[in-house]
């Protein structure tokens, strides 16, 4: 464990904790850097207001207001973010973020419209636009010198008169981009040109190690009409067991889609988790701040070893998040490469392929652990694709 950051790392114990999908999927001698979860213990703070509200006299656990106790400090932190102005009822509890990406295809498109998207793409974009019988129009990065890059003319060829709606990611998983203010401008201008409806997940916004995030909806006054944003706790908390996360719009007729779409198969978020960002909005930052110390580290860790030890492979260091996407297609074992490095290395990452069909050969590390581990896992591939 690093000298530095002695208290965050989970003990072995709490790692493979019975309830543990992270850990628990593979057997004991891979070490997982695959599903999105960090391995450090959440904020003291979070487990704090937990254990008192689950106490005694204030174990209330009934149900909750609709405009939950969380607006209030979440309006606040948006508001750090360039999202100001929010009407009463902009903002509408999710009991998760994924649950709104649903509701947006939904609620924002017919069955057969067609919803454009940047591969490579967290998985539940697609799943949300192909499960409900709307068509993906897949515009892909372009990987080179510079990282990876919006691709315009292929966002300009990916739309036809039935696109309805971009599902942007931003901070962008898997790559770890972080749009520039020119590249959100020009996204904007795009948007509004082909009448298209928005949803952006800003589920990592936190994460970002360029400074402070700034959301889509707010480069442009116009895009206030269009746009819902996606945002929650889990990936900066580490709370992703505890479920919660919000759609945000100056538009309430767009919130209302979501809701008619979604009518009793939504839920709601618990009372628990309301507690935990509320915790967590308010006396988390210390605890994230040294989070973030850990994650630029290792990410600059991984960068180091990569270049030092594997040049062949392609990777550009992520400007936020604590995932790396790698190009691994120069090695002879690119069709299976997720499968060769769990029996070869065994080490367990994310395939490629799952991010969009042009990804066989990239894998998705997750460096969010300590260095020990970290080293562990990368001496392990080296030996295995050397
Ligand atoms: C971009 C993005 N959106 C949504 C999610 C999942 O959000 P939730 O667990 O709140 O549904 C993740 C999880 O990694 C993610 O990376």
């Not at 939950?68 to 999202?83: D, F, N, W």
């Not at 929010?86 to 973020?97: F, H, N």
């Not at 945000?248 to 979501?258: G, P, Q, T, Y």
Request: with cysteine; hydrophobic share 45%; proline share 7%.
């Amino acid at each position: 464990m690093s000298a530095e950051l002695p208290a965050i790392l989970l003990p072995e114990a709490s790692l493979r904790h019975p309830e543990s999908t992270k850990w628990l999927k593979y057997p004991a001698d891979v070490l997982p850097l695959w599903v999105a979860d960090m391995d450090y213990a959440v904020a003291p703070v979070i487990t704090a207001a937990l254990r008192e509200r689950a106490s005694s006299g204030l174990g209330y656990f009934q149900y909750l207001q609709p405009e939950p106790g969380v607006s209030a400090l979440l309006r606040e932190k948006l508001a750090t973010q360039s999202i100001t102005e929010l009407p009463e009822g902009g903002i509408r509890s999710l009991p998760g973020v994924v649950p709104g990406l649903y509701a947006s295809v939904l609620g924002l498109t017919s069955p057969g419209d067609e919803v454009i998207s940047m591969t490579p793409i967290y998985p539940p974009f697609m799943s949300a636009i192909a499960d409900y019988g709307r068509h993906l129009r897949a515009a892909e990065l372009v990987h080179g010198e510079a990282g990876w890059q919006i691709d315009w003319e292929a966002l300009e060829a990916a739309v036809t008169p039935g696109t309805r709606l971009l599902m942007l990611c931003h901070p962008h998983n898997p790559t770890g981009r972080v749009w520039t203010q020119a590249e959100l401008a020009r996204l904007a201008e795009f948007v509004l040109r082909h009448r298209l409806w928005v949803v952006s997940d800003e589920l990592h916004a936190d994460l970002s190690f360029q400074g402070a995030h700034q959301a889509f909806v707010s480069v442009n006054p116009a895009l206030r009409e269009r746009t819902v944003t996606l945002t929650g706790p889990c990936k900066t908390y580490n709370t992703a067991g505890l479920g919660i996360g919000a759609a945000v719009s100056h538009n309430l007729e767009l919130l209302d889609r979501l809701a008619r779409a979604s009518v009793g198969v939504m839920g709601s978020a618990s009372a628990m988790s309301m507690t935990m960002w509320i915790a967590a909005l308010t006396g988390g930052a210390q605890w994230l701040e040294t989070v973030m110390a850990q994650l630029l580290a290792n990410r600059d860790l991984l960068t180091r070893r990569l270049r030092a030890e594997l040049p062949w492979v392609r990777y550009s260091p992520p400007e936020a998040t604590y995932l790396a996407f790698l190009d691994l297609r120069a090695h002879p074992r690119a069709a299976d490469i997720q499968a060769f490095l769990l029996s070869e290395a065994k080490v367990a990452l994310n395939d490629g392929l799952t991010f969009g069909p042009g990804y066989q050969g990239f894998v998705r590390l997750n460096f969010a652990t300590s260095p020990e581990i970290l080293n562990e896992a990368i001496a392990r591939l080296v030996t295995a694709l050397s």
